[in-house]
């Protein structure tokens, strides 16, 4: 036998039996997670002309880029909510602000239940959404009243945009309550102060909620108004409190100090101190959002 020439057989033998042998797999690697996709909802409080605030909010939001895919509104929120779900630009909302006085909205009548009919108003938001109903409007939205009877919240996502703006505005003892589909319906303040919960039902899964309101505390002036606005936010605290918890983002404008009816300055104060509030927050929107694509 010759040694010379099997040595090298039996190293290659021996290396082709190394080669073929099982190596063991390396350890599974995670699947990458996508990032869900950002449905993004703008809960828009109630809070008289303070809700001049809200204007100033999506000027901010617009302004850098902060996607917002659906809107709720509250009372003096549903207002604007509409109005911006109608597909107008922040400037034009701040326009329509400039020149809107209180005899656009006020229609004065004799009645137990409230004097203002409230019918003005509805005929003002319906002209400016191009009589448009709820379910047609470029922006998704959903205007949230008080049903009268049970005391709930409803969130009008389809009707009558103008109807539905009107039931949630209706302060009760000052508005007449507003009846849709043979029930009566009152501000959305007094079950959903800042309609968060409302933007969730909706599909959203990231929710920036404006907070106009003003904690109960000592009156600065005397008047009715200034009376009904310290009991709304009496009546409302609890309920404010459950919403907020369920919000991602919280702004809250300082309007505190601003009276329930204002004129034209205290609308750009308003105005001003909304961007002030969405300024301070945009660090925040934009670290929660890194959590989505969109």
Same mark, same amino acid.
């Given at each position: 036998?010759?040694?010379?020439?099997?040595?090298?057989?039996?190293?290659?033998?021996?290396?082709?039996?190394?080669?073929?042998?099982?190596?063991?797999?390396?350890?599974?690697?995670?699947?990458?997670?996508?990032?869900?996709?950002?449905?993004?909802?703008?809960?828009?409080?109630?809070?008289?002309?303070?809700?001049?605030?809200?204007?100033?909010?999506?000027?901010?939001?617009?302004?850098?880029?902060?996607?917002?895919?659906?809107?709720?509104?509250?009372?003096?929120?549903?207002?604007?909510?509409?109005?911006?779900?109608?597909?107008?630009?922040? *400037?034009?909302?701040?326009?329509?602000?400039?020149?809107?006085?209180?005899?656009?909205?006020?229609?004065?009548?004799?009645?137990?239940?409230?004097?203002?009919?409230?019918?003005?108003?509805?005929?003002?938001?319906?002209?400016?959404?191009?009589?448009?109903?709820?379910?047609?409007?470029?922006?998704?939205?959903?205007?949230?009243?008080? *049903?009268?009877?049970?005391?709930?919240?409803?969130?009008?996502?389809?009707?009558?945009?103008?109807?539905?703006?009107?039931?949630?505005?209706?302060?009760?003892?000052?508005?007449?309550?507003?009846?849709?589909?043979?029930?009566?319906?009152?501000?959305?303040?007094?079950?959903?102060?800042?309609?968060?919960?409302?933007?969730?039902?909706?599909?959203?899964?990231?929710?920036?909620?404006?907070?106009?309101?003003?904690?109960?505390?000592?009156?600065?002036?005397?008047?009715?108004?200034?009376?009904? *606005?310290?009991?709304?936010?009496?009546?409302?605290?609890?309920?404010?409190?459950?919403?907020?918890?369920?919000? *991602?983002?919280?702004?809250?404008?300082?309007?505190?100090?601003?009276?329930?009816?204002?004129?034209?300055?205290?609308?750009?104060?308003?105005?001003?101190?909304?961007?002030?509030?969405?300024?301070?927050?945009?660090?925040?929107?934009?670290?929660?959002?890194?959590?989505?694509?969109?």
């Amino acid at each position: 036998m010759n040694i010379r020439l099997s040595l090298p057989v039996f190293a290659a033998v021996l290396l082709a039996a190394c080669g073929t042998s099982k190596q063991p797999a390396p350890p599974a690697q995670p699947p990458v997670q996508a990032k869900p996709k950002a449905v993004v909802g703008l809960a828009l409080g109630g809070g008289a002309s303070k809700g001049f605030a809200h204007i100033g909010v999506i000027k901010v939001l617009k302004a850098n880029n902060i996607p917002v895919n659906l809107v709720t509104g509250t009372s003096a929120g549903s207002i604007v909510g509409s109005l911006y779900a109608s597909g107008m630009s922040p *400037d034009r909302l701040e326009l329509e602000a400039e020149v809107l006085g209180k005899t656009d909205l006020v229609d004065l009548t004799l009645s137990t239940t409230g004097f203002i009919r409230g019918q003005k108003l509805q005929d003002y938001i319906n002209r400016k959404v191009g009589n448009r109903p709820l379910q047609s409007l470029p922006l998704k939205f959903a205007a949230v009243a008080t *049903d009268l009877e049970s005391g709930k919240m409803v969130a009008f996502n389809r009707g009558n945009t103008g109807q539905a703006v009107r039931a949630s505005v209706s302060i009760p003892n000052v508005f007449q309550p507003a009846l849709i589909g043979g029930r009566r319906y009152v501000d959305g303040g007094l079950s959903a102060p800042v309609p968060v919960s409302a933007a969730k039902n909706m599909g959203a899964n990231l929710v920036i909620a404006v907070d106009i309101s003003a904690k109960p505390a000592k009156l600065s002036e005397a008047g009715f108004f200034s009376y009904l *606005d310290q009991s709304l936010n009496i009546m409302s605290t609890a309920a404010l409190r459950n919403e907020l918890a369920k919000a *991602d983002i919280v702004i809250k404008p300082q309007v505190q100090h601003l009276g329930a009816v204002g004129g034209f300055d205290q609308k750009t104060q308003a105005i001003k101190l909304g961007e002030q509030a969405a300024l301070a927050a945009l660090p925040e929107i934009k670290r929660k959002l890194r959590a989505y694509r969109y």
